[in-house]
């Protein structure tokens, strides 16, 4: 309200003209600004819309919250015998559930981004094309960080101790993040592919939703059917949730690293030239 | 490198097609460096699809256009180097406040941090939002909005300016104090293209004026030639009764020739060369019975400039006091 009646008066002060012929006279253009710069500029944009509206990463953590507790609770007993073991098995899978989850945020935000003219401004801008792109999965890294990092919170909280300490629990989060980052790209072409921010939503999670339970995130998968299981084998988030299982518990399997850092590196090399491409063609 | 032609803007049979619909058929345009040039036209005419294809945002269909001595297409980074962008859309981010998305686009541009921040101070004081520079830009009015803008255009100053419907919803005040920035621009050197549905805008503004309708260039010249074309002014009438309206446009026609049914069901106008037959006109109505609100001579609208120049009113010309249309754009996009 009193934002809202203050803007109304303050639209009684004015330009000063003169003040406006001045500041038009007084600058030189500096050279442009670097790749990094420009990236990283966009990636505390991205910071800043956090901080503005913080409500946000509550979207990203309180479902995997609720899915932490419900699996451990409800279905630990009679998955795996007993909570407490279960909740060391799961725990790395839903670290990468929630971060896999966050990414597709990333086409809604970018989805939602081209329906404002600012877009138009950065299109006009004489800067490296890929910089809103990069800057703004830069910021949503950080993102990815807080949803991981809630997780093994509430994991050492309900007691789960993984057995490499507190370096193999950032281990497995910076792989996690890393692969997050790789699959975002694919979002953020879905994001400039639909017509609405839901749409992007709908798609986004009707991929990753079976792709994650498919996997070996909530079950061992020797118990499951001959073709399933070995679906599950080659899909990528189990590769992704073994490789931090092993990390953080002490015996990862550097395979598992290597499939992991490829498979994030292949995502990127295709869809980030695309969705460049798409971003440039408006 | 740079051509040193006299020209800012030099386009040659431009064309952009969405789908079926032809948003650009085929634009000439020839913009002297240091004016102002307006682009004169109804929403969908090609306006904005003209300023996006010039400020490299898409790429043309056809034809080709050269920005400050520099191609458009296969140098329209070299572009981006010179210009800014004001957009129909408000081109700030909303869900930041007026000096963040300052200080943004002065890091974009390359300025230091410190530099930046006060490039942005410097900005927001002299376009009178240094009160609301710490609030998000969505609380804004749509005079703040504008102002906030143009100084995002002016972090650097561009050499040349595009500004698409920079008054479009705008009060009266909020207006003229656009236009004085746009004057203090141009008096410090800069080119600017100005898009516009007002012919009293571009009256005020350019130099020249180009004015479009379907995607192409219907007419150009100075704005007194355009003027001139249409007559020197039109009588427009407002009737306390919108049912006498056709008998009103009999009269106006006998009186003084083609008259134009305007959106609103009580005004009509009809093209006036001089005021003492717009006077008798007006007489000629109250004896005739037809009850009068309020009249005025003035200037021809964009409707009037259409009617003489096409022989038919321009297609959805929105009635002067509408709020802002920000569908052009999206409705030429949906297209595709």
């Known amino acids: 309200m009193t934002a809202d009646q203050s803007a109304q008066a303050s639209t009684t002060s004015v330009a000063d003209v003169a003040a406006v012929r001045k500041a038009i006279s007084s600058t030189s253009r500096p050279p442009r600004a670097s790749a990094l710069s420009s990236a990283l500029t966009f990636g505390w944009r991205g910071m800043l819309k956090v901080k503005h509206v913080p409500e946000q990463l509550l979207d990203v953590t309180i479902t995997p919250v609720m899915f932490v507790l419900m699996f451990t609770y409800l279905f630990g007993g009679a998955i795996a015998g007993s909570t407490g073991e279960y909740l060391d098995y799961i725990l790395p899978g839903i670290l990468v559930m929630s971060v896999l989850f966050t990414t597709v945020y990333s086409g809604v935000a970018l989805n939602t981004d081209l329906t404002k003219g600012v877009v138009d401004r950065f299109r006009s801008l004489p800067i490296w094309r890929p910089s809103p792109l990069v800057g703004s999965l830069l910021g949503d890294s950080v993102r990815y960080l807080v949803a991981g990092t809630v997780i093994i919170v509430l994991g050492v909280i309900l007691g789960d101790r993984p057995g490499a300490g507190v370096v193999g629990v950032l281990a497995a989060l910076g792989l996690v993040v890393l692969f997050a980052f790789g699959l975002s790209w694919v979002f953020s072409t879905l994001g400039l592919l639909l017509r609405s921010p839901s749409a992007v939503m709908n798609a986004g999670f009707m991929a990753i939703f079976p792709l994650t339970f498919l996997s070996n995130v909530f079950v061992d998968p020797t118990t499951l059917p001959g073709p399933l299981e070995a679906f599950v084998d080659v899909n990528p988030i189990s590769i992704l949730a073994n490789a931090s299982r092993g990390l953080m518990e002490g015996n990862a399997d550097g395979a598992d690293i290597a499939i992991v850092l490829a498979v994030a590196a292949v995502l990127t090399a295709v869809f980030a030239p695309l969705t460049t491409r798409l971003y440039r063609r408006g | ?336």
């Open chain 2, 1 to 336: 490198m740079t051509a040193h032609s006299s020209l800012a803007i030099e386009a040659t049979g431009l064309v952009k097609s969405f789908g079926d619909t032809r948003a650009v058929d085929g634009v000439d345009l020839a913009v002297r460096r240091g004016s102002v040039y307006g682009v004169l036209g109804p929403n969908g005419a090609g306006k904005t699809t003209t300023i996006r294809m010039l400020a490299t945002l898409i790429r043309p269909d056809a034809g080709s256009a050269r920005v400050l001595g520099h191609d458009i297409v296969t140098d329209a980074d070299a572009v981006r180097g010179l210009v800014s962008l004001t957009g129909q859309l408000a081109s700030v981010d909303e869900d930041l406040t007026g000096r963040e998305n300052l200080i943004l686009i002065g890091r974009l541009l390359g300025l230091r941090r410190a530099a930046a921040k006060g490039r942005a101070a410097e900005l927001l004081e002299a376009f009178g939002l240094t009160e609301a520079a710490g609030r998000l830009v969505k609380h804004y009015s749509g005079g703040m909005r504008r102002r906030l803008d143009i100084s995002a255009s002016i972090v650097v100053t561009p050499e040349l300016m595009f500004l698409d419907e920079p008054t479009t919803g705008l009060d009266p005040r909020s207006r003229n104090q656009v236009w004085e920035i746009i004057r203090a621009l141009v008096a410090e050197g800069t080119t600017i293209l100005l898009c516009t549905q007002y012919l009293e805008e571009a009256d005020q503004l350019a130099e020249g004026i180009a004015v479009i309708d379907h995607g192409r260039v219907i007419a150009e010249g100075t704005p007194s030639q355009l003027k001139a074309s249409v007559g020197p002014g039109a009588l427009h009438v407002r009737l306390l009764d919108p049912e006498q309206r056709p008998r009103a446009a009999e009269l106006l026609a006998s009186a003084l020739g083609a008259v134009t049914l305007e959106p609103d069901p009580a005004a009509l106008s009809a093209a006036c060369p001089d005021p003492d037959r717009g006077a008798v006109a007006v007489a000629e109505l109250s004896r005739g019975g037809v009850r009068i609100a309020d009249f005025s001579l003035g200037q021809p609208s964009l409707d009037e400039v259409f009617l003489a120049l096409t022989g038919r009113p321009a297609d959805e010309l929105p009635a002067d006091d509408v709020l802002p249309n920000q569908s052009s754009r999206t409705e030429e996009e949906q297209a595709s």
